[in-house]
């Protein structure tokens, strides 16, 4: 179960590229869980009969579940929307996020306020935990279709950066200890 992901560059070239350190600077899946990042890997064929996606939903409290897709014809304001997903910020709940089809990226701070770039396609679910610094866009294939899970009903606030005097973000500091 790899995951890819690796340290960004700063550069302002497109978001939607994968801005990559010359030489690759790679991040491990063991890398990403301390930071409290959990992911895996499923059969998106089957999403909606899927035991293991029902397992998971069990034992983490997922209650609600909608399905967004993402590029030009599907999501209205979609430019607007790009750049406000784009935007650094975090959020009071876990945000997972199932990808059904396409690609995107998450980009997420580690412990130094480094970037890292998390691609992620077809298959792949992904929890963010409260607290963590984070930012989403798509690749230059432009679409994603991504299942939104939540404990409880949906909760869309985000604070974006800074917002470090939030206790959820202190929280989260305190757990990387």
Known sequence: MDIDAWYINSSDEDQRKPHRLEPNKPVSLDELEKLGVFYRKLDADIYESDPELE???????????????????????????????????????????????????????????????????????????????????????????AMRLFVGEPVWKAYNRPADDLEIRKKYLDSLH
Not at 105 to 118: P, Q
Not at 120 to 130: A, C, E, F, Q, V
Not at 131 to 143: A, V
């Open 55 to 145: 397992k998971i939903c069990k034992d983490q409290g997922y209650t609600y579940m909608d399905i967004i897709t993402i590029n030009k014809d599907a999501l209205p304001n979609y430019e607007e929307k790009l750049k406000m997903f784009f935007e650094e910020h975090l959020h009071m709940d876990d945000e997972i996020r199932y990808i059904l089809d396409g690609r995107a990226y998450f980009d997420v701070r580690d412990k130094e306020d480094r970037w890292i770039r998390i691609a992620m396609s077809k298959g792949d679910l992904i929890t963010l935990p409260s607290g963590i610094y984070h930012r989403f866009t798509l690749d230059e294939t432009n679409y994603t279709k």
